[in-house]
């Protein structure tokens, strides 16, 4: 057996030059550097179409700038998330923010304010009932809607921009750049109850999920390889799973995801998703044998700043990446 050095970090201030020394470290420090590097991995295989999973409440912890550099920078080329975090991401575009808070407070007290808690995030009921409203009256426009949320996603993405064109989010930045949002779980979130709001009043709403996982998996059977990048897991996590699953079934051998990295706080042998193994993909058949797979056991908010700084610090560079056309 051959082996190599741990390196003794020296302290940076280029956090890029830090991550790869970490790389060569031990623990997770050593994961979170190797995450990196994988990540750089794959924004530096031309053939290689990226998607990213998102859950957890990423947009609250604020998250939402370093997730639109990734794609200014098509360091991912689509995206599934939970639809809390696009209802979070939404609202900011509105001007509807955010606020810290705490976790050691009474939360009937919270509930007679009108203040929900995301753990140690606030955030006031009222105006989150009034973007509901807005959802609604969004989908009260469309003189009727059938299709996937992709398709949902990208015209409620247009909306923002038309009814708030000084708004940042993710949402409008995915449209503009072209980068495809899926929410398999649409309904399970704010935006699923503007629509029974709309639906109640007698709009013509149909989100087509089983759409969503035919047309994400033709874009991985379409791609020459993918690499996949999970914040937690939850349900984007299996969605973008599945996809070598359904396209196997189909005649399409696509060999699992050549590039895998998951930042999570899940342990694999409690049993869950969100924990489980890229070696226990393998046996379905969901990553690559041979591929590069880091999963990295970090809290995201802690993860996800350092990695994206480090991949745009080293000057990390997409060339030609892939025309998502649905």
Known sequence: MTMQRVRPVRPETNISTLLDQMANTGFQGRKLGEACAA?????DDPSCTILL????AMIPAGMQEC??????NRYVDGIVSTGANMFHDICEHLGIHHYM???HVDDTELYEQGIDRIYDVFAHEDEFRDVDARIASFAASLPSFSGSSRAFMEELGNWLTRVAPDGRSLLATCVREGVPVFVPALADSSIGIGLVMARRDGVDIQVDQIA?????TCLVEQADATGVVYLGG??????IQQTQVVASIHGQECGGHRYAVQFTTDAPHWGGLSGCTFDE?????????AGKNVQCFCDVTIALPLVVSALLGGMATRKNPPKMGI
């Open 67 to 72: 997730l639109i550099a990734l794609v200014e």
């Open 212 to 216: 969503d996982a035919d047309e994400i």
């Open 53 to 56: 999973g998102l859950s957890g």
């Open 281 to 289: 993909a393998i046996s379905w058949g969901k990553e690559s044998p």
């Open 101 to 103: 808070g705490s976790h």
């Open 234 to 239: 939850g349900v984007p996590k299996n969605f």
């Open 39 to 43: 990540w750089r991995s794959m924004i």
